[in-house]
């Protein structure tokens, strides 16, 4: 493990902690994640962001599959050390597994939700 | 219950789901806080950012102590509808109880926190 001179606190979010990742020029938030121990250590190494999928359980190099990695230019941590925003360089221009730059393309309108973004890219292309 | 035509996703996280504070103007990331069904539904019922704070258990209306309340302009949800993300003017200017704009006030550096931002307010005048 990476020997660091300060301490997340992991406990409240049973070994996890979510993970804003926000675009380093315009400040577009793209996405949410989450990190254990292990994907924040080998963020802050390789300077590229890597998560934990809640889903399949394991370490997620983000881009992997995609080509669509994030590079990290800056790691906030917020007040009670259990938050983190990354400001990224978001590779091809989209974080969206559904071909968005952003994961937060719908908007709450009239107590519904309307796509108010435009796709950049086609995942069946890119998740063959 | 406010009747929506879309679910949120708070099985996930136990009823909870992470609510990002976003300045809609600068795009600066404030915060990030919870919300149970009851805060959502309040939060796009009256346009002020309720919360559920998990330390206290109880619904917290951001802003109750402080007067800093944030006063909701958009509100944006995730692709996997289980984040949220709030576009919001922050009344008097800062989001973070201990007297900064935002809570992501420290950088990683050389293994290290370092604060990066300057206090807004005092939180002794403000937090009697």
């Known amino acids: 493990m990476l020997k660091l001179d300060f301490e997340l606190d992991f406990k409240k979010g049973n070994g ?12 577009e938030v793209l996405m949410l994640a989450y ?5 924040f250590d ?26 669509h990695v994030q590079n ?11 938050t983190v925003l990354l400001k990224v360089d978001q590779v091809g221009g989209a974080a969206c597994h559904k071909g968005y730059k952003s994961c937060f393309f719908s908007k709450v309108q009239d ?18």
Chains 1, 2 share one sequence.
């Open 35 to 39: 990190m254990n121990k292990q994907a």
């Open 111 to 128: 107590n519904d939700l309307k796509i108010v973004e435009s796709k950049i890219f086609d995942p069946k292309e890119v998740y063959k």
């Open 16 to 27: 996890l902690i979510p993970v804003i990742a926000q675009d380093y020029k315009t400040g």
């Open 72 to 82: 990290v230019r800056e790691i906030r941590v917020d007040c009670d050390n259990d």
């Open 42 to 67: 080998e963020t802050v190494k390789t300077h590229r962001a890597t998560y934990y999928s809640r889903s399949r359980q394991t370490l997620w190099k983000k881009g992997e599959t995609s080509g």
